[in-house]
């Protein structure tokens, strides 16, 4: 039944949980406040009644009546005076015997006193709660002293009936500010609490803990990157995959949170990316060892605001679509070759048709010299079969763009045989050396006299570096020119990846890149890379 009763919702229990809290507490400060007042009432009865007994016992008038033969006579009426003004109860004057010389019922004098004497008989005067002819009452009790001898004894109270009569009053009093107290302390539960089933949309405590597990399972699962960052660029979440992409696997989450995006040693076109306030949709950066694609939105929550930002890894798509516009434009490279080829083989026929067998001979045999020079050049220069037919492919290519693309003589690469094979080296040296190419044709096309001159060396099997080169008779570079950051180009705005990819690659081997203008203009890249294999 209780089950059935008890809130669903955690700001419901809440409520219940507070109330109930609020309740007991009121209810124990009232009975704290009720004992205090009943023994702040009890002390003040007690204080009066001790104020008055001393008062009738010192009288002097007192002292004289009871040297009286009958002391009741002009006692009785003093004592009723006393009483009244005085808000007491009784006053009660005896001889040392006990016997009552006065009492607010008349009829009881004469009678024995009862309650204790013997203190007051020993000259102290001392109280005491005691049940007598008018109920229980706190009293005090006082020796008359006349000469060094105790003459007489006066007893003063108050009822506890008229005690608990005073206390009524307070707690009528104390119950009203506890009621205002209760109120006040529930309105106030009710509305925090309505606030905070706004905030948790009314789930209890086993929801919101089952929900908190799926949001770090969900988090720590995805292999996309996921950042939230406050209006201040301060990280407030990240997760595993997250610092993977920003290469910080080996710090510590908690030393991440809370640390501005400024303060992660990231790239300055990523970081800046981070700070920046407009949304990003798929903005491309480059890291040390990947290529991330970025996008980040803005977020608000009442007065706060923030941004949430993924990162997905395109490092593999990125290497891949290199190789695919490879594969295109060797494509494209061999449709021109074939149809150059068809015009040549139509030029070879028609000489022939006209009789001309001995210029189609020499025609024939100069296309076919110059097409098989720079094949047998490449192909005895390098003997690894992937970069060999990259470099015939870049060939075709900028021939077809009016750029002659030649290999010098100093290329050696040889190809180990009997180990295994490394393809990630050779796809990198494809990366790395066909992006170079490509901004060298680039960069020449259109210009009379357009040349590009190729040298890979992989030095002696066992020894030495592997060095690529890459030079163009271009316009060169201009000055203070960051070359290798992403979104620098010369070719327009959208371009600007591929040297950016080309450090990326080479620093991921522990290689360098640099560049330089010849002293006969344009432009010359050198890659080093420490391997002393060749590539795999």
């Known amino acids: 039944m209780f089950s059935l009763l008890r809130p669903?919702?955690?700001?419901?229990?809440?409520?219940?949980?507070?109330?109930?809290?609020?309740?007991?507490?009121?209810a124990g400060c009232a009975v704290f406040g009720y004992v205090i007042a009943r023994?702040?009432?009890?002390?003040?009865?007690?204080?009066?009644?001790?104020?008055?007994?001393?008062?009738?016992?010192?009288?002097?008038?007192?002292?004289?009546?009871?040297?009286?033969?009958?002391?009741?006579?002009?006692?009785?009426?003093?004592?009723?005076?006393?009483?009244?003004?005085?808000?007491?109860?009784?006053?009660?004057?005896?001889?040392?015997?006990?016997?009552?010389?006065?009492?607010?019922?008349?009829?009881?004098?004469?009678?024995?006193?009862?309650?204790?004497?013997a203190p007051a008989?020993?000259?102290?005067?001392?109280?005491?709660?005691?049940?007598?002819?008018?109920?229980?009452?706190?009293?005090?009790?006082?020796?008359?002293?006349?000469?060094?001898?105790?003459t007489g004894l006066v007893s003063s109270g108050i009822t506890v009936a008229a005690v608990s009569d005073?206390?009524?009053?307070?707690?009528?009093?104390?119950?009203?500010?506890?009621?205002?107290?209760?109120?006040?302390?529930?309105?106030?539960?009710?509305?925090?609490?309505?606030?905070?089933?706004?905030?948790?949309?009314?789930?209890?405590?086993?929801?919101?803990?089952?929900?908190?597990?799926?949001?770090?399972?969900?988090?720590?699962?995805?292999?996309?990157?996921?950042?939230?960052?406050?209006?201040?660029?301060?990280?407030?979440?990240?997760?595993?995959?997250g610092r993977e992409l920003l290469g910080l696997r080996e710090v510590d989450p908690d030393r991440i949170v809370g640390r501005g995006v400024a303060e992660l040693d990231l790239p300055a076109p990523l970081t800046g990316a981070l700070l920046a306030a407009?949304?990003?949709?798929?903005?491309?950066?480059?890291?040390?060892?990947?290529?991330?694609?970025?996008?980040?939105?803005p977020v608000s929550s009442?007065?706060?605001?923030?941004?949430?930002?993924?990162?997905?890894?395109?490092?593999?798509?990125?290497?891949?679509?290199?190789?695919?516009?490879?594969?295109?434009?060797?494509?494209?490279?061999?449709?021109?070759?074939?149809?150059?080829?068809?015009?040549?083989?139509?030029?070879?026929?028609?000489?022939?048709?006209?009789?001309?067998?001995?210029?189609?001979?020499d025609f024939a045999t100069e296309e076919l010299q110059l097409a098989q020079a720079l094949t047998d050049q490449v192909v005895g220069a390098v003997d690894e079969p992937v970069l060999a037919a990259l470099l015939l492919g870049k060939a075709a290519q900028a021939h077809e763009r009016g750029v002659a693309l030649l290999v010098t003589p100093q290329t050696r690469v040889r190809a180990v045989r009997g180990e295994p094979p490394g393809p990630l080296l050779t796809r990198d040296l494809v990366t790395i050396l066909g992006n170079l190419i490509d901004n060298a044709v680039d960069a020449v096309t259109g210009r009379p006299g357009a040349r590009v001159t190729v040298t890979v060396d992989t030095g002696e099997p066992g020894h030495g570096e592997l060095q690529l080169c890459v030079?163009?008779?271009?316009?060169?570079?201009p000055a203070a020119a960051e070359v290798f950051r992403r979104g620098w180009s010369g070719k327009g705005p959208g371009r600007g990846l591929g040297l950016a990819l080309v450090q990326q690659t080479v620093h991921r081997h522990g290689g360098s890149v640099r560049f330089r203008e010849p002293l006969g203009g344009g432009a010359e890249f050198t890659v080093t890379l420490p391997s002393a294999r060749g590539p795999r």
Do not use: C
């Open 278 to 297: 407009e949304p990003r949709v798929d903005e491309v950066h480059v890291t040390a060892e990947r290529v991330l694609v970025l996008n980040s939105s």
């Open 121 to 150: 008989l020993a000259g102290r005067t001392f109280s005491e709660t005691y049940t007598g002819t008018l109920g229980p009452s706190i009293r005090v009790i006082t020796p008359i002293r006349e000469g060094g001898r105790i």
């Open 166 to 241: 005073r206390l009524a009053g307070r707690l009528a009093a104390l119950a009203a500010m506890a009621a205002a107290a209760t109120a006040m302390g529930g309105v106030g539960t009710y509305v925090a609490n309505t606030r905070l089933r706004r905030h948790t949309h009314g789930m209890n405590a086993a929801e919101l803990s089952r929900m908190h597990d799926y949001h770090q399972a969900t988090l720590h699962a995805v292999r996309e990157g996921l950042l939230m960052l406050d209006g201040q660029r301060k990280v407030l979440l990240i997760n595993d995959g």
């Open 471 to 477: 030079a163009d008779n271009g316009p060169g570079i």
């Open 39 to 117: 023994g702040q009432a009890r002390e003040a009865a007690r204080r009066q009644a001790g104020a008055v007994a001393r008062a009738v016992a010192d009288s002097p008038s007192v002292k004289e009546a009871v040297r009286q033969a009958q002391p009741s006579r002009s006692l009785q009426p003093y004592a009723e005076r006393v009483r009244v003004h005085a808000g007491v109860d009784f006053v009660t004057i005896m001889d040392p015997a006990g016997r009552r010389w006065t009492h607010p019922d008349p009829h009881r004098i004469g009678e024995r006193y009862l309650g204790n004497t």
């Open 302 to 361: 009442g007065d706060r605001r923030g941004f949430v930002v993924t990162l997905r890894d395109h490092t593999e798509l990125q290497a891949l679509t290199g190789e695919l516009d490879n594969e295109r434009g060797f494509t494209r490279a061999l449709r021109a070759q074939a149809h150059e080829a068809a015009n040549r083989l139509h030029t070879v026929v028609s000489l022939i048709e006209l009789g001309r067998a001995e210029e189609a001979v």
């Open 8 to 26: 669903r919702s955690l700001a419901g229990q809440l409520f219940v949980m507070q109330a109930f809290l609020i309740v007991v507490v009121v």
